[in-house]
Each structure stands twice: as structure tokens, then as C-alpha cells.
């Protein structure tokens, strides 16, 4: 499900370079690899969620005396054993943890927290649970420091209060002492007589975050027009016990209709289907009234193969293959859809499909990175010589369904697959293609990491095209299946800016739209979700090739806006990042003379070909300390073990 706003619109368990200790192969029975390997392992260890708070210090990957988390065999597809065994050579090192190999719980009363499982003491496959016996359990003396303040959470509030109407977006605050940095979890609730209902729930850190108030919802059991009330429960990550509780905001039927909500029940996601035999196709609307219905079914070479507008129907297929189902729900508030994919049986049979990122998913990553996988995959094959009822499918590549989800025509029961239905993916070639031109091929993995150079202009402007392919000569068996992925591609700003239009998107957790703001037509909009100018988040256009910038301009002009983007004055104009003359301007670089050289004005540094535009170098302006004390062109290298180093070192 992603809900998209009216006209154009984290994969598992990721998290930036910065802050990830190691990646492993899956989530248990898994090899691991240094946070930067080249197998592009989809399970990253990540220290702000392990810990509640992000890790600020520099070159945390760096290996100093006594801040090795374990050792693995090599830098990737490895085994691996704990931080002070002494058969293996790579470290995995991180910031100034404190780690040890243990058989029991971790000592969290003492700020010990847990970071992966070993199947032994040495050799070992690893888990992200504690499903193996052997645990790595380490201790970080900042977050130590950080709770040994006591962040005391004093009070709970909604911005607006008292009552709000319909798809009214609210500010979620909480206030406390010595809680600068702290991860809050917040926990929405509907309050209801006997059992109150919980709505949604939301990481963010401390003081605040936002909702997209909703009269109802999937799940509620209240009546008629009456408003509906509702609470948040606010608590510390690290520390569920230390919580606080707001008053009741009550949400009105009337203010508009909001964006629906839809997810497709039938058919089944990945499942297999027969051919003459009659398939449902229903949809379970999550939020809001539809007044549309729009299905598009696509036939294994990408072409339209029927659509319907109804909101139930049953169709049946004549021939074998991939198809692609994706519906669209409509209001007078915006549309939403959602996309699976079938295999209506073939023999052999292999269907391909993009599950990460989701179908017109807002990715929302500073370092424009995207974690494509497409594990969702698989091959089967009919055996030949078995007929009637008694049929025979196997599965030989992926991670295969374990029935049919239809019988045969003249059959009363589905067909259960035979063998191991986990093959793995090393009998499949994933041939990538992005919308800027890269291609990563022949890839026995099915997930990669793409360093974008700029972030979306539009939405849904990015995407991914992949081939799937299978290859056995010993049964004379090739198969190719193509698929795509559009979606859009934010910063943590989540301004979508392009052709002289700018925009600020609403976005949940799972990178579903929940609304946006024109910042050329609100007033205000363009200082970014912190509501200050000047502190990295601005949203403005670049109009005619010169960024523009927002300023309070102090009065208001025949459109109504006070606070807007306008071109800068002359002693505004900044060239390069030499130009600023304050770190903290530096540091936000709002003119995006740095990371941002494609739009506008770029620092002379800034080379094409060798160094910005390669996929694993970012940059940026910041600030040099020391005896200059100047701001430059700083230029970090991703997936390598180099660490960060300033940019001249590189020029």
C-alpha cells in the first residue's frame, strides 16, 4: 500500500553508513560482511537503533584498543567468531563500544545492550535475534552517559489542541529534562469505553513528531458522526518505563475526506495460480471511501493485458505466465495504490518482482542511497509424466510459495510443491538497470545498493528495471522475466524541488504519502518541517537555474505570503562553499554548492567525472577547524574502508 497525492507522486532493517556496525546475509543462519562489503547484504546492525541515539563521533569504523564488536573470516560471505577469539583477521570495529561473547542475557540494567547471535563460539553463522545461544552484548559508554542524566519525560501535548477536523496534520511533543538526542517512541490510541484501540506508532526523536489526524480508520468501532477521540502514550526506546501521557484530541468527520487507503487480499502475493480456473480479485480498503476502482493486470511482457473498474470481479486466465496486478483507489482527496505479483502456471515458470522499494514508495534517505531487493523471486517447474489431479511442481530457484493457491480445472484440492522450496538464489542472474544510466549485471544476489547523484524532481521520477534469469542446460530450461519499480527518492528534508516547483511531502514510516504543501503558494512552508530558516531543511525551487532561497521578506505581497522563496540578493550569492562565512551556514550549505551540483551554481572544486558524480563519493560543504578555519568542498567516500577525510586530500 502507498497512498499518492492527487496528480504525479527504509527496505529491511536499514540504516546510513555512519551508523552501521556490520550487514548479514539474512536476518539467522547468516553470513556477515564489514558495514561497507561488496555482497550488499540486505541486514544492517545499526547503532542508533540498537542504542536509541545516533553516534556522533568521527571514523566510527575505525579500530582502536578495545572497540572490536567480533571478527569475521574475510570482509564478506563470512563466518565469524567473538571479539577476542584469534583465528580470524578482520575486525569489526565500532565507535567506542565495549563488547563481549556471551551465553546469557545481556546486562541491560547496566546499559549493556544486545547487538547479534553466533551459532557457536567460533566459525559461526550469525543471527539479528537471539536465536543462537552465543551473543554479542556490548555497552556504549555515550549512550551510558547520555542515561545516566535520567531523562525525565514531564509532559505530553497536541499542536493543535482540544479538536481538530478531518486529515488535520498535528505535532506530537513531549517535554522533559536531559533528553536532547533521545529516541521517543510514540504509541497513538483511540479512546474507546471498554478497550481502547492502538492506531499507529512512531519513532522520532526528541521533542516531537507528526500525524495526519484521521475521524476513522481501519479497525474502529465507534458509530455514527460523533468525533473521535484520541491519546498518545510517549516513552523512551531505551527506557520503556520512563513515560508520559497526553490529553484527548478529538477529530471531527467534517474538514474534507481523506486519501484512501487499499491493499490487495486476492490474488495472493507470489502465489501460484492455475489457467481456466476462475480468480477473485478483492481489496481491502485500510482508510477513507473510494469513488474509483481502477485494475491493471500486466501480462509477463509488461503489456496491459486487461483492466477493470469494479470493485470486486473474477476473471479467469487461458495462458500461462507472470502478471502484475496493481489497484488504484480514487477521492476528491488524492488515490492510493497497491501491486502484487502472480504466476499463473507454467512449465516452467519464474516470476520476478521488486519488492524494496515498494511500488510508488517516498524513500527517504540524506545520502540518496536505495536498498533495491528483489527477493520476492522464484523459479518452479512441472514435472513432466504426471497428469489429472496428481501434478507435480518443484521449486528450482528463490524462496518458492509451499501450494497453488487454485486446483486444476476438474480438481477439488491445490497442489502442494515437492522438495526443498528454499533454493536460494545462486541459479539466477539479476540484471539491474536505473533510470540514470548504471546497470549492475549478473548479479547471483538479489538486492544492491544505488548511490544516486540527485535526489527526485518529481515524484515517481526514479526507476529500477531488473531481469530476472534462469539458466539450467543439464534440463534445457532459460527463462527471463522483466520487471520495474518507479518511486521517489527524498532527503530527510522531504522536499521534492524541480522544474521551478517546490513541495514539502508528508510521509509515514513506510514511506506512504500522507500529504503536501506547495511551498510557492503556503505561507511559511518553505522553512522546512522545523519551522526555522536556515537550519537544512528549507524546500525551494531552482528557478531559471539559480536556487532560490526562503526569507522572511517581512510583508506580504498580492499572493498572501509573508515568509517565501525569492532569489538571493547580490550579497547573498554564494559561489562556492568558500563563500559562507559561519560554520553552521556552512554546514547546511543552503545554497547546495556542494552536494547539489547538478542544479545551479557549484563550487569550482566539484569535478565531474572523477570524483562528485562517482556513485561512492558524497559531497559537501563543511567546516575546516584549525589554523584556516575555512569552510571547503568536503568529499567522504562511501563503501570503502578509507575513512572520511577532508577534501583536498582527494582534489
Known amino acids: ?174 517535554n522533559g529534562n536531559n533528553c536532547n538526542g533521545q529516541q521517543i517512541k510514540f504509541d497513538i490510541h483511540e479512546d474507546d469505553p471498554l478497550t481502547d484501540d492502538l492506531v499507529l506508532t512512531k519513532n522520532d526523536v526528541y521533542p516531537s513528531t507528526t500525524w495526519t489526524a484521521i475521524w476513522t480508520y481501519i479497525g474502529d468501532d465507534d458509530f455514527g458522526n460523533d468525533p473521535r477521540d484520541y491519546y498518545f502514550n510517549a516513552s523512551l526506546v531505551s527506557n520503556a518505563s520512563e513515560s508520559v501521557k497526553s490529553g484527548n484530541l478529538a477529530v471531527s468527520k467534517q474538514g474534507g475526506t481523506v486519501i484512501p487507503g487499499v491493499q490487495i487480499v486476492i490474488p495472493e502475493h507470489r502465489q501460484i495460480y492455475f489457467t481456466e480456473v476462475l480468480v477473485e480479485f478483492k481489496a481491502n480498503l485500510t482508510v477513507g471511501t473510494v469513488s474509483s476502482y481502477l485494475w491493471t493486470v500486466e501480462d509477463e511482457d509488461g503489456n496491459v493485458e486487461f483492466t477493470r473498474t469494479e470493485a470486486t470481479f473474477n476473471h479467469t486466465f487461458s495462458s500461462g505466465g507472470q502478471r502484475t496486478i496493481t489497484l488504484r483507489v480514487t477521492n476528491s482527496a488524492g488515490s492510493d495504490e497497491d501491486q502484487v505479483a502472480i504466476l499463473v502456471t507454467a512449465s516452467p515458470g519464474i516470476l520476478a518482482f521488486i519488492n524494496a522499494p515498494m511500488h510508488k514508495q517516498f524513500v527517504v534517505n540524506n545520502l540518496w542511497q536505495v536498498s533495491a531487493s528483489a527477493t520476492d523471486s522464484y523459479v518452479i517447474n512441472r514435472i513432466n509424466g504426471v497428469g489429472g489431479c496428481v501434478i507435480a511442481i518443484e521449486c528450482l530457484a528463490g524462496n518458492c510459495p509451499d501450494e ?92 521534492v524541488s524541480g522544474n521551478g516547483n517546490a513541495k514539502l511531502v508528508y510521509v509515514d514510516p513506510n514511506g506512504n504519502f500522507e500529504k503536501e504543501e506547495n511551498v510557492l503558494t503556503v505561507n511559511g512552508a518553505c522553512r522546512g518541517f522545523d519551522g526555522t530558516i536556515g537550519t537544512g531543511d528549507d524546500c525551494c525551487p531552482v528557478v531559471s537555474g539559480q536556487q532560490q532561497v526562503c526569507r522572511d521578506t517581512g510583508s506580504s505581497t498580492t499572493d498572501g505570503l509573508e515568509v517565501r522563496c525569492v532569489f538571493p540578493t547580490v550579497n547573498e550569492v554564494i559561489d562556492a562553499c568558500g563563500d559562507y562565512n559561519a560554520q553552521t551556514t ?65 582534489v
Not at 540484471?431 to 546497470?439: A, M, N, R, T
Open 586 to 650: 556552512c554546514e547546511v550549505d543552503e545554497f547546495k554548492v556542494g552536494k547539489e551540483g547538478t542544479t545551479g551554481t557549484k563550487d569550482p572544486a566539484w569535478k565531474v567525472g572523477d570524483d562528485c558524480d562517482q556513485a561512492n563519493i558524497v559531497c559537501n560543504c563543511a567546516w575546516k577547524t584549525g589554523t584556516t578555519n575555512e569552510c571547503i568542498l568536503n568529499k567522504v567516500k562511501l563503501n570503502t574502508t578509507i575513512p572520511q577525510t577532508l577534501a583536498e586530500e582527494y
Open 404 to 495: 497453488t493457491k487454485s486446483p486444476p480445472t476438474g480438481c477439488s484440492a491445490n497442489i502442494q510443491l515437492i522438495g526443498e522450496l528454499n533454493k536460494g538464489y545462486g541459479n539466477l542472474h539479476f540484471d539491474w538497470l536505473f533510470d540514470d544510466g548504471d546497470s549492475t549485471a549478473n548479479l547471483n544476489i538479489p538486492n544492491v545498493i544505488k548511490q544516486y547523484a540527485i535526489p527526485s524532481g518529481v515524484n515517481n521520477d526514479k526507476l529500477i528495471k531488473l531481469n530476472v534469469s534462469f539458466d539450467n542446460e543439464t534440463n534445457n530450461i532459460h527463462l527471463t522475466q522483466p520487471t520495474k519499480r518507479i518511486f521517489t527518492l527524498v532527503g530527510e528534508d522531504k522536499c
Open 1 to 174: 500500500m502507498c497512498n499518492i497525492p492527487p496528480g504525479p507522486v527504509t527496505v529491511d532493517d536499514q540504516c546510513i553508513d555512519s551508523q552501521t556496525i556490520l550487514r548479514l546475509s539474512a536476518a539467522d543462519n547468516a553470513h556477515g560482511e564489514i558495514y561497507n562489503g561488496t555482497g550488499n547484504y540486505p541486514i544492517e546492525i545499526c547503532y542508533d537503533e540498537i542504542f536509541g541515539v545516533a553516534y556522533t563521533g568521527v571514523n566510527p569504523h575505525t579500530c582502536v584498543a578495545g572497540n572490536t564488536v567480533l571478527k569475521l573470516t574475510g570482509t564478506t560471505n563470512s563466518h565469524a567468531e567473538g571479539p577476542t577469539g584469534t583465528n580470524y583477521n578482520t575486525n569489526v570495529c565500532y565507535g567506542n563500544l565495549i563488547c563481549r561473547n556471551t551465553t546469557g542475557a545481556c546486562d541491560s540494567a547496566n546499559g549493556e545492550r544486545f547487538v547479534v547471535s553466533l551459532s557457536n563460539g567460533g566459525n559461526a553463522h550469525l543471527a539479528s535475534d537471539t536465536s543462537y545461544s552465543n551473543r554479542i552484548c556490548c555497552i556504549s559508554p555515550s549512550t551510558t552517559a547520555i542515561s545516566s542524566q535520567s531523562c525525565d519525560l514531564t509532559s505530553a501535548t497536541w499542536t493543535p489542541s482540544g479538536s481538530v477536523s478531518n486529515n488535520t496534520l498535528v505535532t506530537l511533543s513531549v
